[in-house]
């Protein structure tokens, strides 16, 4: 290679243009702050999850792109306006609501604050909390005095989608009726079926209570196609 031939590689390098190691690759796939990239991946993630359990969440704010996401919300993020609301589709009732925290650790006026803001939602049945720090021991103890179902989920714990994972089997949530002809069908009792810990991620995602059933389908080459059960304790 000429002199200048090598002039204009270190130059490519230098600019991240070249194939060289001047720049981390992650700058060529996104530009932005790392912080408003994790509240549109888990944001999107929680809308997916909403939505899987039957809440009427619109395909277009799934569908926000990472630009659209930052041109709405801007560079410093108001996390109260991260805040999604919405109604069970079987249900008008069900509401949930979730909230997202800010990056310090969580203490009890915080979840006051959280208080006050749904203080006149009393058709609220279940409040999701997103954390991204640790929550005090006495922020923990306000949190049970909600007289709903509060979830609290680190933020890392929606980066990704874990039912979108190719090696994870699909899940379904049988209703109570579908579970009461599956014991009958195989003469089982409830606590004979196979057990998923109420804390198991995919327990979690679903928002799972104890004596709920989940069926399991796996399609793999060598085992096939392959249903099983578990029940959340």
Known sequence: MDENGGDAMETEMSNGTGTGTGKCLSGFVDEGSVESHRYYLSRRTLLEM???RGYDIPDSDIDLTLRQFRDLH???????SLRISASHVSDSENKVLAVFCGTGVVKVNAIRWIATQIMNKQDLSRLIIVVQS??????????DLFPFKVEIFQITDLLVNITKHVLKPKHRVITDREKEKLLMKFNLDEKQLPRMSQKDAIAQYYGLEKGQVIEVTYNGEITGLHVTYRCIW
């Not at 801007?74 to 109260?80: A, L, Q, R, S, T």
């Not at 640790?134 to 949190?143: D, E, F």
């Open 50 to 52: 909403l939505r899987d």
């Open 134 to 143: 640790h929550i005090t021991n006495q922020a923990m103890k306000a949190v």
């Open 74 to 80: 801007g560079k410093d993020i108001d996390v109260d």
